[in-house]
């Protein structure tokens, strides 16, 4: 069975600084991870995917995930915040067959001036 | 880029209506999905479709129906609603079946049942 846990509901961060959103995943075969942001009263926007082609996987907007399969983990970083990052983010895992898909919990993202 | 449109932004609805929402996605995409999402509980699923008028039940679909009459459109229904459905609802898309295609998400229908 496949799970994901989001580490933070939220994280704070200054402008101009680092950003590491955590996800941990449980998949019993090689999973499909992704992040999307939403941004307050919009969809979800796909940011990255990982599909084992490289572990290191770049997304829209600065962001990145690198995944690692010794510690089950995909984190998402950028290496200097914007105060147009502030949203909620979200790491999903597709089960098995591509249909269902499992969402973390979310995490919120404030940028502090 | 795809677009997923969901026809109405805001909806006050009344106990014991019958409620349509609408998703229209313009990419000729295989699967559709509704989705409610609420404080504290994330995004669940209520029902996807891989076809025309194919459906499957998804984590919570007590209380809703779907309808997929063409590929580009998908309704959720809520038969009879209560308050309880009082949610914002989203839609998406995917292409084929392959566990990495990523779901294309609508701007959300923020639904009231007073």
């Known amino acids: 069975a496949q799970s994901v846990t989001q580490l933070d509901s939220h994280v704070s961060v200054s402008e101009g600084t680092p950003v590491l959103l955590r996800c941990n995943y449980s998949?019993?075969?090689?999973?499909?991870l992704f992040w999307y942001v939403q941004h307050p009263n919009k969809g979800l926007q796909l940011l990255l995917k990982?599909?084992?082609?490289?572990?290191l996987v770049k997304g829209i907007n600065g962001f990145e995930a690198e995944f690692k399969k010794s510690e089950t983990s995909f984190h998402l970083t950028k290496p200097s915040a914007h105060m147009s990052d502030a949203a909620e983010y979200f790491c999903?895992?597709?089960?098995?067959?591509?249909?269902?898909?499992?969402f973390g919990a979310g995490t919120r993202l404030f940028v502090k001036a | 880029d795809v677009k997923v449109t969901q026809s109405s932004r805001y909806l006050v609805k009344r106990t014991g209506e019958k409620v349509f929402l609408e998703c229209v996605q313009d990419?000729?995409?295989?699967?559709m999905f509704w989705y409610r999402q609420d404080p504290g509980l994330g995004l669940r699923l209520i029902y996807f479709?891989?076809?025309?008028?194919?459906?499957e039940k998804g984590d919570i679909p007590e209380g809703y129906s779907v309808s997929r009459e063409k590929k580009e459109r998908f309704s959720l229904i809520l038969e009879s609603a209560s308050t309880n459905q009082t949610s914002m609802y989203l839609c998406?898309?995917?292409?084929?079946?392959?566990?990495?295609?990523?779901?294309?998400f609508g701007d959300g229908t923020r639904l009231s049942i007073l």
């Open positions: 998406a898309s995917s292409l084929g079946t392959g566990d990495n295609q990523p779901q294309h």
């Open positions: 998949s019993s075969y090689s999973p499909s």
């Open positions: 990982y599909t084992s082609a490289a572990t």
């Open positions: 999903v895992v597709t089960r098995t067959g591509g249909f269902k898909t499992i």
């Open positions: 990419m000729d995409h295989e699967n």
């Open positions: 479709s891989y076809d025309v008028k194919m459906k």
